[in-house]
Every structure is written in structure tokens, then in C-alpha cells.
DNA sequence: AAGATTCGTTCACTTAAGTTAAGAAAATCG
DNA sequence: CGATTTTCTTAACTTAAGTGAACGAATCTT
């Protein structure tokens, strides 16, 4: 189970033996299940989220009406918004399966930071590069049809549409979900641009 | 000049003069005019960009159309993909207006986190962030219309339809220069749903 | 100031997404 | 297993965005 975050981490810095134990006896590894609610509209919470198997989601309510905005499955990290701004969250984060996390609040970085200096450069280069990728999805995003984002998410995430009713994918592309069942039969009647 | 970047460091710590110093003796503050290209599709830039005064923008080209993908304004840090992930860049950055920057690469980054350990803290921090800035942007352009981006974009940075043309504040809604075009005309013969 | 380019608007037409409603299919739960 | 709830699909209609083309206005250039 630690090594799905290891690994993860390896990619940045290799840890040694003293530092992995300090990681671990924070005693961040935590099981949900499916439907769980980790975030509610409203809530301040301090605490971010890496997947260690399964998956989270977050989505907000527009007229009663659930916008996905975010997946994140295997080794993804979900650092929502109040935790940085400590202002009510404006968004649910909650599980898609049965899934295990780690948790970890501001409170247990800093523990971090201190006893392991490197940790910090580690979170800076990571967060640096989720910046990086966030935007590429968004440039992606903005300068796409929803053809081509379903299309492309076929490509990237193919797994997504194992896991996750296809309402949520709906409006994770931006579309209705009539409008998505529609654009299925459309493709496979004129499977002509699928790249 | 050093001011506004001083003024917006201190949103995050307050810096000594010893460590201002360290900061203006690397000479980062660069002059350019309207339309000067700094950073091309295809090139490997090692280079950050924090806007003094002016507007720089990204952009892509997609069959030989342009699509704006970001403006930067006075306080705005733009760090392209290439600087991340050290591949070739899929966009470019460009001057809208005559434009004065902080001109920044890795190498100099280093150099000052070596001298003043608490500038890596700041990073990590500012691009925690950016980051969920970022995030909040993209799930407000995911789950709203054209419309809603466009009243949204007035009432948030109504200085860029001073500031750029048109046909690139379409593209940086997702749509083209004339529905653009026919969505202002549409809301002034019917000013409904104005927030 | 004249000429060239860029930019914004308009128009007619096509295509696709939103909306509302209904019903079928699948998943969940007792 | 059957009942209930959730999810997906279909259909008819409305609304808005994409496309291609044309033209005038604004802006650069020299």
C-alpha cells in the first residue's frame, strides 16, 4: 500500500529508510467507501487527499444540480481550495468506490517540513508541476470542442468510464448528459475524426 | 518599479533588505515592446515571466487560427510548461502591450533559494496557490456557458476589453470572434441575466 | 496622407447543444 | 428476489455556436 506513495514520490526525490518511517507514523492512510462525502459546500477543512486506490471527485451545486469538476484516482492528489484559502469550501469532494487515501492536513506538512527539509523542495517541484499540468488541461479544455474533449478523454482516461456513471463525465466535459449519450451514437454512426 | 513586486511578496512574507538586494542584484527587470515574442512553439525556455506593467498572453496555434489560452496582467506570474517539463513548448507568449517584467529561470531560482532558504517557502506557497486559483478558474469555465464566461470575465477583469482585441478575448472564452459579436449585441437588446 | 493590413460586424446557413419529458435499463437495497 | 431508486437513452423542439463570406472601420506603415 506505501508504495503506491513511495513511488509516487520517488519521481522527485529517493527517501531514505528514517524519512519513509517519519511519513508513515503519521499514520495517514485512511479507508473510505463508495459515496462517502470527504468535503462539504460550506465546511473549512485543512486536509488534502492522495489516492491510493480508488476514486474521489469533486463537484459543485448549480440549481440543485451536480457539476463535476475533478477525478482523481490512483496516485492523484486532491488539495482543495479551503485548504489554501481556509474560506468555506464551494465544493463536495466525495468517493466514487470504495477507496483508500491519505489524509494529511496543513498541521502534519510543517511536522514534515521541519523534521525533513527536502520534503519542502518536494512539495514546491510537485506543486509546481500540478500548476503546470492544470493549466495544459485547461488550455486543452478551452480550445476544444466537447467532441474533441470526450475524444480526448477517451485517450487520457480511458479507465474513467469503467469506474464512473456517465452523468458525471457529462459535466466534467461541460455537456448535459442527453447531449453526451447523443454525441455517443453520433461517433459510432460517423465514426469518421476519432483520432 | 521594484514595488509591485515587493508589495506582492509581502502578501506571503515580509522580506529584509538584505534579501531585496539579493532580488534587484540579479537584474531581472526587462523592457519589451508591443509584440514582442518571448517564448515560440517548438522552443525550450527555461524562463518565468512576472508582469510589472503591460499584458503578456499565451497562446496556441491551431490549424493556422490562433487560441488565446491566458492573459497576464500587473502582479500575474506566468511560467510556461517548458520550464516544467523541459519539452518543447506547444505555445507561445506573447507582449499585447509594451510591457516591463521580471525575466526569471531556474538557475536564478536556485541561486537565490541557496541564499535565502525562506524564498523556497514563499514558492511553494504562491504556486500552492496559483495552483487552486487555477483550479477555481477552470471549474467556473467548465460548468458555465458562453454567456455566463463572457458577464463573468466583465465583472472579474473588466480592464482587458480596454486592454486586447476582441477576437483574442473570444478564443480565451472558447468561441470565435463572432459569437462573440452576436452574444454582446444579443444582451444589449436583452439585458436580462446581467448579474 | 495613402495604401495596406488587421479587426469587428453582419448575414445566411449548418450543426450541435440545451430543455423538457418520458420511458427503458441498470444498480441498489431490503 | 422483487421493489425502488438511479442512470441512460430517445425524441421533439428551442436556442446558440460554428462556418464562410463580405464589407466597413480602425490601425498600422511608410
Redesign the pocket.
Given at each position: 500500500m506505501e508504495t503506491i506513495l513511495f513511488d509516487y514520490l520517488a519521481k522527485y526525490i529517493t527517501l531514505t529508510e528514517e524519512e519513509k518511517k517519519i511519513l508513515l507514523d503519521l499514520d495517514v492512510f485512511k479507508q473510505y467507501k463508495?459515496?462517502s462525502i470527504l468535503l462539504r459546500e460550506g465546511q473549512v477543512s485543512d486536509f488534502g487527499y492522495f489516492v491510493i486506490k480508488g476514486c474521489i471527485r469533486s463537484f459543485t451545486m448549480v440549481d440543485g444540480v451536480e457539476k463535476t469538476t475533478a477525478f482523481y484516482t490512483e496516485a492523484e492528489s486532491c488539495e482543495p481550495l479551503c485548504k489554501i484559502n481556509k474560506k468555506p469550501s464551494t465544493s463536495y469532494v466525495a468517493c466514487v468506490e470504495d477507496s483508500i487515501l491519505v489524509v494529511a492536513n496543513s498541521a502534519m506538512e510543517v511536522e514534515v517540513f521541519e523534521k525533513f527539509p527536502r520534503f519542502e523542495t518536494l512539495c514546491r517541484l510537485l506543486s509546481e508541476e500540478l500548476l503546470a499540468n492544470k493549466k495544459a488541461e485547461f488550455d486543452e479544455f478551452r480550445t476544444s470542442?466537447?467532441?474533441q474533449r470526450y475524444l480526448n478523454l477517451l485517450n487520457t482516461r480511458p479507465d474513467l468510464f469503467q469506474r464512473v456513471?456517465?452523468?458525471?463525465i457529462a459535466s466534467f466535459l461541460?455537456?448535459?448528459?442527453?447531449?453526451?449519450?447523443?454525441?455517443?451514437?453520433?461517433l459510432v454512426d460517423n465514426p469518421s475524426q476519432n483520432s
Open positions: 463508495k459515496g470542442s466537447p467532441e456513471p456517465q452523468y458525471q461541460g455537456i448535459t448528459p442527453q447531449s453526451l449519450s447523443r454525441m455517443r451514437n453520433r
